[in-house]
Every structure is written in structure tokens, then in C-alpha cells.
């Protein structure tokens, strides 16, 4: 054991850690809840990723993570196979709990809330599951998948099915298979993997309909390099009554979640509407029959407007899905609206089109014009 962990620390000696800090990407707390900034699924060398435990750490510092679980998977240890038939050392009896062992005191020190969890990886179906808050994953180490999840479940583990429409697994169409529904009747499937890599919209439509947890995860497997600005890995915000794992846990259980990934927001309107308010101050002054609407950007998410059907005796922004009215992070920008024909107030109606509150369909939203 004591070889193994120094070959692999020599290893990762060698790979950039990259762990400055850069600071916490500014996404506003809700009303009775912190938004924190999770990663709930990632990889090392442990089973088929290429880095030390503590680097995970280390990325999650750099980029102002919250909370982080490293899930392992349980059927494939790709790089201990290669280690052992390199060195002619075994390796096959290490336990399944050892990348959370390895990190999680690194993880206290650093501040970082690592939560124990392991993947069950199995062809389709019903596929690739991750199970979090867990208190024993080598338990989870059997050959059919329902009795993994069983041992899972007696551990009251959250479930979540990851990268639904991967098509590796998944070639032609994203489908929810009979498996998924015993799963989710026998309360072990609790979530979906909305973004993993590209957007499903048909995970969104299911956690809609099916009131799952929507996930939006990184799936790292290699190092995670510095961001250029304006950029990030694919993050769950979990919008909790503290900055605690049993507050994460209750909040995942109660679906509070949004995925930030790319500039998109997506999520169940009452919080992304509520996110949208907290993020932006508005402002008008009134000059005869023209109202000039000011609009400060407190947060460091973009924001794409587009009008919709409204009054024809308002007038205000120009409307192309081109070149939607775009609101930069840390930045105040105006706007007009004319009311016309003597019109006293209106309605200015608009769809932020990277706030995905439906399938691929942006947020409507209205603001209150007056005279």
C-alpha cells in the first residue's frame, strides 16, 4: 500500500496543480438560502482519472467551489489495472472508500465540503448512476446492479442518473427505459445529469415532469486547467439553508438546484426568476412620454433579452436572436421605451434566452412601465 501511494504521489508531483485561488464566481443567495457551487461527479486515478485525490481539492479551492464529490467508479479501476501489471504489485483489494480517504482531510483543511460517493457503471440500462453521501462504498461492490443500489439505499443515498443521452450508450435517442421507472418507484433515482458535457434537454423535461433533482457536473477526468475569464466547469447550484453537507443533502432531496454551464442557467422557473431579481437593480427616469430604463448587473452571470409580444405602443430594444439585448457581468446598461398614442404604463415584455426554464425555451419576464 505504502508503494502504491508513493508511485502515484511521484505521478502527480509531476502534473501542474494550479492551485491559486481565484475566487468564487459572484451568483446571489435566494431568500432563507446560500447558493453554493458543487461538483457532485469527478474522477482519479483510483479508477479512471489521472489525478491525485487532493488535486480535485486543489481545482475546487482555485475556482471557488463549495462542495465536491469524488465518484469513483466501482467496476472500472482502469489505471490500478495498468499499475499492477507494471510494477507487479496488487492492488485489487484497496478499498473502494480510498480516493474519499485520501482527500477528505485535505479537503476539511482547505475548506472544501467533500461528500463520499461512488458510481455504479453498468451497460444500458440502466446505465451510468452516481450515489452520494454515502457512508461505506466498498458495500456498493456487487455483481447486479440492483443489489448495489440497495446497499446504497440502505445508506439513504441520493441518486442521480449521469450523461442519460451519452452516446456511447445512447446512440440514436435519449430514452427513459422501464429500468429508470423501478428505479424511481423504489425511491433510487432522485435525480438527472441535465448537463454532463453537452445539455439534454429531454433530462430536463423529465426532472420537470417527474419532479427530479436537475445535476449539472464537470465528469472530470483529467486535470482541470485555469478558466479564462468569463469561463467555468459545469457546476450544480444548490441553493441551501447552509454551507453544510446535511443542508446540501436536504436541499438535493428537495430539488432546490439550478445548472450553471456556459452562460446558461437552467432550472425550475421559481428559482431562476427569484435568482434573476436578486442579480439586477433597475432604475427608470421619466422624460415626457419616454421612460429610460437603467438596469445594474450586480452578479457575475450574463444576461440575454429578447422582447416577446407586448403593446405595439411600447417601443424599447431591438429584438433579434442575433443580437439580443445583453446584460455583462459587473455592468449597468439602459434602454429606452416610448409609450406612445398617450399611454400612461405598459408592460415590457421579455424572454431571457439563457435562463432554460422549459426545454431549450428561455424565462418570459415582465417589467412594470410608468409615466
Known sequence: ????????????????????????????????????????????????????????????????????????????????????????????ALSHNISYEIAEPYAKERGIILIRGSEITRAMPPGHHNAIFLTNSDELNKPEYMDAFRAAKAQNAFFFWNHPGWVSQQPDTTKWWPEHTQLLEQGMMHGIEVVNGPYYPEAHRWCLEKNLTMIGVSDAHAPVSPFAPGKHRTITLVFAKERTEAAIREALFERRTAIYHENFIIGEEKYLKELFEKALEWNMRVNNNIVTVSVTNNSDLVFHLNKTNHDPRLTYFRNTSIEPFTIAPQSTRSFTVRLLDGLQSGDVNFRVENFLTQPDQGMDYTLKISL
Open 1 to 92: 500500500m505504502k508503494k502504491f501511494i508513493s508511485l502515484f504521489l511521484a505521478v502527480c508531483a509531476a502534473l501542474p496543480l494550479f492551485s491559486q485561488q481565484r475566487g468564487k464566481i459572484h451568483i446571489p443567495d435566494l431568500n432563507g438560502y446560500v447558493t453554493l457551487q458543487c461538483d457532485f461527479h469527478m474522477h482519479t486515478v483510483f479508477s479512471d482519472g489521472t489525478v491525485w485525490p487532493t488535486v480535485r481539492v486543489d481545482e475546487a479551492v482555485r475556482e471557488g467551489l463549495d462542495a465536491i464529490s469524488i465518484t469513483e467508479h466501482l467496476e472500472s479501476r482502469r489505471y490500478l489495472q495498468e499499475t499492477e501489471r507494471l510494477s507487479n504489485l496488487s492492488f485489487r
